[in-house]
């Protein structure tokens, strides 16, 4: 979540002063002007019995409440900061109502997630152009969350991009980079090149797309590689991944090695399968086959086509792990898909899965057919 303008603002005193006093201590004496009065009779003092009038406390402005908001944000106070953020919010203020979104969005303040509720006050947010509603508001739509459709989107990224939310630029661009119209795809470097500049590393990381193999783009690998190895600085574990395969197609081993095992130890699912590789064949030293199996099973479990076709070679072989023919049909029917269900050609794969479609017994490969099926 995307929460960093909630600053938390102590006006010298975190609560105003009628708050502070205890409620055990006696109400301040009320004070009143000192009057001449001409020609009146006596006051009679009141008896001590006499009610005395509470003082009247000034309604609370939507400044204050929306600093009372967000001090109840920041120390985990949702419901607090709810009711706050609504006050504030009725009074059109802009970032009070991105705070009630972000609330409602999570549902922090009950525990049940409320996307209509959070694209309404997000809506009233983006009608004064706040940048991080107009971004929640992007995000919802991609989802189709909230009643909103995925091709308003682009629109709200936009505007959020034009008002200077970084990660507004670079949705913006990746959805700029879809279009067939050359003018977006000219935008759709400027955005990503815009949010790079401004030390994103998804910025850098999709601008080295857009610089690498995008077709309308330069083409230029070395430009590439430079914000690839920019944004892998940053922890970026795509970006180090691309770095990494770059580098070994160079021949650059020692560069590749660290940038894969970063990749790989970050939890990227095509890394860790590529590293695992990387340790079978002995690119990084002495081939290590048990931790190259457990690699590329990580890789495998994460969803990584290759990784799944990796992993059943070694089982089928025994290679650092037991061999098991059932286990290793399993994660090849896995690897016949990448992650979002599109069919992956691989000669070699279909190869392997006919041969234990021969070994195997019928109830057998439908076992493992019916376990694919549950968990595909």
């Not at 079978?280 to 190259?292: K, R």
């Not at 990448?338 to 050609?345: H, L, T």
């Amino acid at each position: 979540m995307k929460r960093s303008f909630f600053a938390v603002l102590l006006l010298g005193s975190a609560m105003p002063a009628f708050a502070q006093e205890s409620q055990d201590a006696p109400p301040s004496p009320v004070i009143f002007p000192q009057l001449e009065l001409v020609d009146a009779a006596p006051v009679e003092a009141e008896t001590p019995d006499a009610p005395q009038a509470a003082p009247a406390l000034s309604p609370m402005g939507p400044d204050e409440a929306f600093e009372r908001a967000q001090l109840a944000f920041a120390t985990g106070d949702y419901q607090a900061a709810l009711l706050f953020g609504d006050t504030a919010a009725a009074a059109r203020n802009a970032e009070a109502s991105t705070l009630v979104g972000l609330i409602h969005k999570d549902g922090l303040d009950d525990g049940q997630p409320d996307a209509y509720a959070a694209a309404l006050a997000f809506r009233r947010a983006a009608e004064q152009e706040e940048p991080i509603a107009l971004y929640e508001l992007g995000l919802m739509a991609i989802a189709a969350q909230g009643g909103l459709a995925p091709v308003s989107a682009r629109g709200y990224f936009s505007r959020a991009a034009r008002a200077g939310h970084i990660p507004a630029m670079v949705e913006y661009a990746v959805i700029l980079r879809e279009s067939a119209l050359p003018d977006d795809q000219e935008d759709a470097l400027v955005w990503a090149e815009r949010a790079a500049l401004q030390g994103s590393s998804e910025g850098m990381y999709q601008y080295a797309r857009l610089l690498d193999g995008w077709v309308h783009g330069p083409m230029d690998v070395t430009a590439a590689l430079a914000w690839y190895q920019r944004a892998a600085d940053e922890q970026h574990a795509e970006a180090a991944f691309e770095a990494a395969l770059i580098l070994a197609a160079r021949d650059d081993l020692a560069a590749a090695l660290p940038l894969m095992r970063l990749s790989a130890e970050a939890g990227y699912p095509p890394g860790e399968g590529q590293y695992g590789l990387w340790l079978y064949s002995g690119l990084a030293g002495e081939p290590d086959l048990a931790a190259a199996s457990d690699w590329m099973r990580r890789g495998a479990e994460g969803g990584d086509a290759e990784s799944q076709f990796l992993y059943a070679v070694v089982i089928g072989r025994g290679d650092g792990v037991e061999s098991d023919y059932e286990e290793a049909y399993f994660w090849l029917l896995h690897a016949a898909h990448d992650s979002a269900g599109a069919p992956v050609g691989n000669a070699d794969r279909d190869r392997f899965q006919a041969v234990l479609e021969g070994d195997l017994p019928p109830e057998v490969l439908a076992r493992v057919r019916e376990r694919y099926e549950a968990t595909r």
